[in-house]
């Protein structure tokens, strides 16, 4: 947690703080702007009841970062102190990751010595690293508002630095500014990252706490969530699969046509996660197995040869390289986004897009009608379900479903009746049903989960099942189980 408390000497300072630590039992604290050195802030620090801590005396009544940390949950080795940051590197268990706790100037000719030191020292760290505190600087026009309402001007000069040190911005839950004087008001505060860090922390999330006691806000970095049971996952398919030599036999065997899509669909996926789960493994785990066998026989080698094992090793880094491209087609596939141009393998591309997509699609807080930010997982879920229960109570009749438009099969019918030729522009021969499940992309989502991708090898199987009764498929399907966009193309136009 990061807090510019605004002078630690005051009275309340020591209770407000604590209540914060008690609530959201912080392991790192660092306090920025305590504007106390000497005796006295070595007395404030002895009650904020956190076994070490480390000081950069202010100078005068300005400046000073304080940090303190907890030596039975963390190890914290202090690295070097500047007048504007304090670097450290944090272990927890088997995990470690540097850390530097910011207070810029407030004067701008002496905060760009912040800047030009953060990137001399971005240079010297190849490990996950994150960065802290109040920056006395924004990123967006949006991040300050003047007594008139209107935006203030970016920090060339930090927006610079965060390019140059490869470092992002991780965000927040609560309020938007972490600053407040009168009807001024700035987002000063905030913690920012590596790529590094934030792989290793896919989950963290920042929190915006209250404004007690100061003008700033506390910022608590939570440094992961519990992620939801395997089980509540929706299913995806996965491009990857199609990789393995076997998976077209498995499509033959395993499936089975009946007279609804839907229970098709459904017994299929059934059988294909117990195929994922039986045969084709966990793709992570499958690496991290050949490394370990290919790094085994590579240390047996150097002290004594064997044409078996060369021959073994050269078969494992094949088979390492099918591995690879799956994990690559895995990535790519959960980042939604297009392959890089070059054709290069960027895995870790991919990993990021991915954290910042999911990041930006969870809801980690809401305002209850009291106006208050809640972060519990059951009070958001009790939200939820309240804010939907009322907005779907209605005292007329409320349909559960929401069919197809009539004018929609109507066109469909009148086609049919003359023979499905004329669809065949709208579904495609090739891949059947390209419109709805079955296109090359790995970018776009669709019904019960599965990428578009499944019809690029297998959509003979499809066509064989469904192709004599499009319109047949048609009818069973609802526009609350899928997002149903068909091109209709015509000698007269086209329409969607």
């Not at 009841?49 to 100078?59: L, N, P, T, Y």
């Not at 930010?373 to 009749?397: E, I, K």
């Not at 004018?407 to 021969?429: A, R, W």
């Not at 079955?438 to 192709?467: E, V």
């Amino acid at each position: 947690m990061v807090w510019n408390c605004q002078g630690a000497g005051k009275r309340k300072f020591v209770r407000n703080c604590n209540e914060f630590c008690r609530i959201n039992k912080p392991e790192v604290l660092a306090i920025v702007e305590p504007r106390i050195s000497g005796r006295r802030a070595t007395q404030v620090v002895r009650r904020l009841r956190f076994s070490s801590s480390h000081r950069v005396e202010a100078r005068g009544f300005a400046g000073g970062i304080w940090l303190l940390w907890d030596e039975t949950r963390i190890q914290m080795s202090i690295l070097f102190n500047h007048p504007q940051f304090i670097h450290a590197k944090v272990t927890r268990g088997d995990v470690s990751f540097l850390f530097t706790a910011v207070y810029g100037c407030p004067q701008e000719k002496w905060r760009k010595f912040l800047w030009l030191n953060l990137e001399a020292l971005a240079l010297t760290i190849n490990e996950p690293w994150i960065v802290a505190g109040d920056f006395n600087a924004i990123l967006a026009g949006e991040e300050r508002r003047n007594k008139y309402g209107q935006a203030g001007q970016t920090n060339a000069m930090f927006a610079d630095c965060m390019l140059k040190t490869n470092l992002l911005d991780l965000g927040f839950v609560g309020g938007k500014y972490t600053w407040r004087s009168g009807s001024r008001r700035a987002r000063l505060d905030r913690f920012i990252c590596n790529d590094e860090w934030r792989i290793k922390f896919p989950e963290a999330s920042v929190i915006h706490l209250p404004r007690i006691g100061s003008d700033h806000c506390p910022v608590l970095l939570k440094s992961g969530t519990t992620p939801p049971p395997p089980d509540r996952r929706p299913f995806r398919y996965l491009a990857a699969w199609q990789t393995h030599p076997g998976f077209g036999q498995f499509v033959m065997e395993n499936w089975v046509s009946s007279t609804s899509f839907h229970d098709t669909i459904q017994h299929f996926m059934d059988k294909l996660k117990m195929w994922n789960r039986e045969t084709f493994g966990n793709i992570h785990l499958r690496k991290k197995r050949l490394l370990a066998r290919i790094s085994g026989i590579q240390r047996f080698l150097e002290h004594k040869n064997s044409a078996f094992l060369t021959d073994l090793e050269t078969e494992l880094r094949l088979e390492l390289d099918g591995v690879l491209l799956q994990e690559e087609l895995l990535w790519l596939q959960k980042s939604r986004r297009q392959w890089v141009q070059d054709g290069d393998r960027n895995t870790t591309y991919f990993h990021m897009s991915t954290i910042i997509r999911r990041k930006q699609n969870k809801i980690e807080a809401l305002i209850d009608d009291n106006g208050v930010w809640q972060t519990d997982p059951d009070s958001l879920q009790h939200l939820a379900t309240n804010y939907f229960r009322q907005l779907f109570c209605d005292d007329g009749p409320v349909p559960h479903i929401f069919p197809l438009p009539n004018h929609f099969v109507q066109k469909i019918s009148s086609c049919c009746s003359n023979g499905h030729t004329v669809l065949v522009p709208i579904f495609g021969e090739p891949c059947v049903l390209s419109g709805h499940l079955f296109t090359h992309s790995l970018d776009g989502m669709s019904w019960m989960g599965n990428q578009q991708i499944f019809g690029q090898d297998c959509g003979w199987i499809l066509k064989a099942t469904y192709w004599s009764n499009p319109l047949h498929l048609c009818r069973q399907m609802l526009l609350n189980e899928v997002l149903l966009i068909w091109y209709w193309r015509m000698a007269c136009g086209t329409w969607r």
